[in-house]
């Protein structure tokens, strides 16, 4: 645990004694203030909501569930009757429990998707960061065992709505929120869908640069998505061996992405071009 609390030290702002924090996990260099707003403020919040609540945002139920978590650790075991105390073999067994719930409901439910990305667009010490917070979860993994089910976080998450039938607005918003979609697009994606389709970049929330690439061309934004979601599908397999059922559900959500925007593109009529409206957020 105080890999994990060291981890989380250096994804603070930078400030006095992250250095001497990052030597002993032999990250390195030393974290930069501009690419700490970069990564963490613009491309990839660290925020469980964001990635595992429905909306694809901060808050929501995602956010209560996790609180309500924290909520009930918080509280103090029921006593023995008879004893006024709980025996040390019930703390541990509650224990190990909470830290079970805590490894795969609101950690590795997300994480390993979050860094997947990281990856892709950090700087090295963020790279060497999230390496190194990987294999903790690994390790933790390891230690405590298989999840007993699949987190509710994922139990309750609904799919990917089809804009035929759910609207433009929905359809948008389902492709920004990680586990509707099982992708993870940030503004450095929105940046790099651009060139690769030669469309006019707006700067804007990641939705209304969504919304203006569909604007000027549907299909060429669709095949760049379903592109984009084929691709996560190895990488959440990969991550199977580790994390299980929760990497198969990540992988079978992008599969469904890709297979719909697929659809999509190949209909005559592409419903695409309802998206070119006003946009917002």
Partial sequence: MELFRALAALAESP???????????????T?????HTELFALQLYPYASVYVGAEGML???????????????????????????????????LWGQSRK???????????FAYLD???????LFYRSWGGLLAGALAAEIGALGPADTLPLHLRRAPPLPDP???????????????????????????ARAARDTG?????????????????????????????????WIPAHLARRPTAGDVSR????RAEATAGLLAELRREPASPGQEFGGSAGG
């Fill in 15 to 29: 400030g006095p004694g992250q250095a001497r924090i990052a030597a002993m996990l032999g990250l390195p260099g």
């Fill in 31 to 35: 974290a930069d203030p501009p690419d």
């Fill in 59 to 93: 808050g929501g139920e995602a956010r209560d569930r996790v609180a309500g978590f924290w909520r009930a650790l918080r509280r103090v075991p029921p006593h023995e009757p008879e004893e006024g105390d709980v025996p040390d073999r019930a703390r541990r067994l």
């Fill in 101 to 111: 719930a805590l490894l795969w409901e609101h950690l590795a439910s997300w994480l």
């Fill in 117 to 123: 990305k990281l990856s892709e667009i950090a700087p």
């Fill in 164 to 190: 035929r039938a759910a609207g433009a607005d929905a359809f948008l918003q389902g492709l920004l929120a990680p586990v509707r979609s099982g992708i993870v697009l940030t503004r450095a994606d929105m």
């Fill in 199 to 231: 469309l006019g970049m707006r700067v804007g929330e990641r939705r209304f640069i969504l919304q203006s690439l569909f604007a000027q061309d549907a299909g060429a934004t669709l095949a760049w998505l379903e592109s984009e979601a084929r691709g």
């Fill in 249 to 252: 559900f990540w992988a079978e």
